[in-house]
């Protein structure tokens, strides 16, 4: 069996990639320092590191004997990101340079990063992965910095590298305890408590929801195989979402018609760092045989089903 590590598995994305890696025949390491992931997440037999990414001790024997690694650990909230710039900064670019030079001299043969389409900022229109990339927030620079770590790391080192740029993520497990949390966890959350729901802004930016069993699907996927890039190199870039854009007055409505109910709605100014607009296809996925297999209102449906 091989070993694979999930950097940041014991967190939302992480978990259900943990649970499709061991379906796929993986042994699954976690490295993660649980600032927002919980052991709860995991199967209680995964062997869990409690750990920081950016230290290299801990990266070290994280990497040890594994394969492959999935490096999903970050500071990952865009809001967070604009008031901690510098532990961004630390834990997503600094820590990716430490995991992946110890996961290099550890011979690990495949490196797949989590990063994101908020490298985009505002570009206007859609997006696909030769678009230019104007990041607004130290969280979206932080990641574009990491990727560019793993494509000198296919330059320089041969590594296989691999970078996904994930729309945004919703499903089981995401967390609401937090004003950082995502938005569709916070919603769920108000409306099982009967609260309104908040929107910054005038609710019309845009945003690809894409279910995190889909995303997981795709994770598992880039382990093995050929996922070279448009060039032939490693390094290269896939967007991950299921190319819908809607806005967030769209979201609450459909929210609304999987609730069955009226939702207040409450308008609050914009966020600082926010993009407005989040479209983009995943063609260059789909080419390699991933398709989304859930769409939003029955995504939705389930969650509140079980929240
Ligand atoms: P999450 O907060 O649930 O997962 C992050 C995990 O990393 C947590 O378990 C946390 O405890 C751990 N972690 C944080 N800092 C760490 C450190 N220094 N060392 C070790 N572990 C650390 O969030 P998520 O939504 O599951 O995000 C996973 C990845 O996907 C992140 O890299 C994020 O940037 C990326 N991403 C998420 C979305 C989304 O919509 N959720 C979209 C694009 C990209
Ligand atoms: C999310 C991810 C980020 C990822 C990016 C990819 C989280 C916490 N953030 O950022 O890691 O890289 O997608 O596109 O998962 N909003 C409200 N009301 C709320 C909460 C949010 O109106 O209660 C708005 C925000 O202002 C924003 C939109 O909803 O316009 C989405 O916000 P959020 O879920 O935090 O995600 P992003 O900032 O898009």
């Known amino acids: 069996m091989q070993r694979l590590l999930i950097t940041g598995g014991a967190g939302f994305i992480g978990s259900h990639s943990v649970e499709a890696a061991r379906r796929a025949g993986w042994q699954v390491r976690v490295l993660d320092d649980l600032s927002t992931g919980d052991p709860r997440n995991l199967p209680a037999d995964v062997e869990l590191i409690a750990g920081d990414v950016a230290d290299a001790a801990a990266a070290a024997q994280a990497v040890a004997d594994c394969t492959?690694?999935?490096?999903?650990?970050?500071?990952?909230s865009?809001?967070?990101?604009?008031?901690?710039?510098?532990?961004?900064?630390?834990?997503?670019?600094?820590?990716?340079?430490v995991l992946i030079e110890a996961a290099r001299q550890a011979n690990v043969r495949r490196f797949v990063l989590a990063s994101t389409c908020a490298v985009y900022?505002?570009?206007?229109?859609?997006?696909?992965?030769?678009s230019p990339v104007q990041p607004l927030s130290p969280y979206a620079a932080s990641k574009l910095m990491a990727e560019?770590?793993?494509?000198l790391y296919a330059r320089?080192?041969?590594?296989?590298?691999?970078?996904?740029?994930y729309f945004n993520v919703y499903g089981p497990r995401q967390r609401a305890d937090s004003p950082?949390?995502?938005v569709i966890a916070k919603w769920c959350d108000a409306v099982q408590s009967s609260a309104p729901c908040i929107i910054f802004g005038d609710g019309e930016q845009t945003r690809d929801f894409v279910s995190v069993h889909d995303v997981a699907a795709a994770n598992i996927a880039a382990l093995a195989g050929d996922w070279r890039g448009e060039d032939g190199a490693w390094g290269g870039v896939f967007q991950v979402g299921v190319g819908v854009s809607v806005s967030l007055n769209q979201l609450l409505d459909t929210l609304q018609q999987a609730a069955g109910y009226p939702i207040t709605r409450e308008y609050r100014p914009a966020r600082a760092g926010d993009i407005v607009h989040s479209a983009g296809s995943s063609d260059r996925l789909r080419q390699r045989g991933w398709q989304p297999r859930v769409d939003?209102?029955?995504?939705?449906?389930e969650l509140l089903r079980d929240w």
């Open 68 to 76: 492959a690694v999935l490096h999903l650990a970050a500071l990952v």
């Open 78 to 97: 865009v809001p967070q990101s604009m008031a901690e710039p510098a532990a961004t900064l630390r834990t997503n670019t600094t820590g990716t340079a």
């Open 121 to 130: 900022g505002d570009l206007p229109g859609r997006k696909d992965e030769a």
């Open 148 to 151: 560019q770590w793993l494509q």
């Open 156 to 165: 320089a080192y041969g590594m296989e590298t691999v970078i996904f740029r």
């Open 180 to 182: 950082y949390s995502g």
């Open 296 to 301: 939003l209102e029955t995504g939705l449906r």
